[in-house]
C-alpha cells in the first residue's frame, strides 16, 4: 500500500506531519517521532518580535513605557533564539532523514524577514510563515491587512529558494480569494487553520487570563470545509491543523483535499506512538474500501462536482436548519 504524498514539492512517506510545537526542541524526541512514523516535522515559531525590536505599544493613562512592553515576553523567556534556532535546525538535519520546516510567526513586512535566507543556509527543507493578528484598530482595513501579507509572502519566497508555506487563519472574508492570491505571490502551500487562543477573564482576580486549550475534536469540521472548498481552485499543497484525533480524522482530511496533515494535540496527550497508530488505522481503512494509494483519497470528496459551490453550501446550510424540530 502507498501512502506517499507530496507536500510543498517534498515527498514525503506519508501525509502525517508533526505540525509546529515545541517537539522539536529535543533531537532525541524527534528523532522518536520518525521512528514512529512521521514523515515530516515542522519547529516551533520564530516570532517576528524576536527578529525585530517590538513597536512602542499605545499606554493606557500613567501606564509606562515599560509596563507597556511587559505584554511581550522577555528575551530570555523565548524557548529558543534566533541563534539557538538555527543551531537546531542544523542538528535536526544531521540526525533525521525526514523534511525538519522551519517556521516564522509574524503579521507584517520587516527586517525579520531577512531570516528566511538564513534558516535556508542552515538546511530548512522549507518555511511554514505563521500569520496572526488579531486587528483591533478600526482605522485599518482588511485590504490593508491582505495586502501586508501578500507583500510578506512575496518578499519572503523571493529570497529563498526552498518553499513557502502559508499558515492562515479562517477569520478572513474570502479565504478562497486570499488563498489564490497567496499562490500567486509565492506560496507553495496554504495550512489551514491557525489557532487563536482566546484569553478569558478571571473572575476571581477580575483580570483578563491567558490559556492555552489543546484542540477538539469538533475543530475538524471548519479545516474539513475549506479543504473541499479550496482544493478545486489552487495548484498549491493543502494541510489540515487542528481538531486531527483519530485515523478517521486523517482520512476525512485527505478526502477533502490534504495533501498533509497536521498533528499536534493527539501527540502531546498520548506521546509520538500514536503516529504508528493513526497509520495503522488510515491503512486499514483503506484496505477495506479497496484503495491502494492515499492519492486516490486526495480531493475525493471536494467541491469539484459542484456547478456553483457557493450555492451548495447556502443550500446545505438552510437544509441543515430546517431540519430542527421541536
Request: aromatic share 6%.
Amino acid at each position: 500500500m502507498n501512502l506517499a504524498t507530496d507536500y510543498l514539492g517534498l515527498r514525503l512517506r506519508n501525509p502525517l506531519v508533526v505540525g509546529a510545537s515545541p517537539f522539536c526542541d529535543d533531537t532525541y524526541v524527534a528523532r522518536r517521532l520518525e521512528d514512529s512514523g512521521a514523515a515530516a516535522l515542522v519547529m516551533r515559531s520564530l516570532f517576528e518580535e524576536q527578529l525585530d525590536p517590538p513597536p512602542v505599544l499605545r499606554r493606557l493613562p500613567g501606564q509606562s513605557a515599560t509596563e507597556a512592553m511587559e505584554s511581550f515576553p522577555d528575551t530570555a523567556d523565548y524557548q529558543l533564539s534566533p541563534e539557538r534556532y538555527l543551531r537546531q535546525v542544523e542538528h535536526l538535519k544531521s540526525q533525521l532523514s525526514i523534511p525538519v520546516i522551519a517556521s516564522l510567526n509574524g503579521h507584517r513586512p520587516g527586517s525579520w524577514i531577512g531570516f528566511a535566507e538564513r534558516l535556508e543556509q542552515a538546511g530548512a527543507d522549507a518555511i511554514e510563515l505563521n500569520f496572526y493578528q488579531v486587528v483591533t484598530a478600526p482605522a485599518i482595513a482588511a485590504d490593508q491587512v491582505e495586502t501586508e501579507m501578500l507583500e510578506t509572502v512575496g518578499l519572503i519566497t523571493g529570497a529563498v529558494k526552498i518553499p513557502v508555506a502559508v499558515k492562515l487563519s479562517p477569520f478572513h472574508a474570502s479565504v478562497a480569494q486570499l488563498s489564490v492570491a497567496l499562490e500567486l505571490a509565492g506560496a507553495a502551500g496554504i495550512v489551514v487553520f491557525n489557532r487563536f487562543y482566546q484569553p478569558d477573564i478571571n473572575l476571581e482576580d477580575v483580570e483578563v487570563q491567558s490559556t492555552l486549550r489543546l484542540s477538539e475534536p469538533s475543530e475538524l469540521l471548519l479545516r474539513l470545509r475549506w479543504l473541499a472548498i479550496l482544493s478545486p481552485q489552487l495548484r498549491a499543497s493543502l494541510a489540515a491543523t487542528g481538531g486531527v484525533h483519530a485515523w478517521g480524522d486523517v482520512a476525512k482530511s485527505i478526502l477533502a483535499g490534504a495533501n498533509a496533515v497536521h498533528v499536534v494535540s493527539v501527540v502531546l496527550k498520548h506521546g509520538p506512538p500514536v503516529i504508528s497508530t493513526l497509520l495503522h488505522g488510515l491503512q486499514s481503512w483503506m484496505r477495506c474500501h479497496g484503495y491502494e494509494d492515499v492519492q486516490q483519497l486526495c480531493g475525493l470528496l471536494n467541491l469539484k462536482r459542484c456547478g456553483d459551490p457557493a450555492a451548495f453550501e447556502r443550500a446545505n446550510y438552510i437544509r441543515t436548519l430546517q431540519s430542527w424540530k421541536v
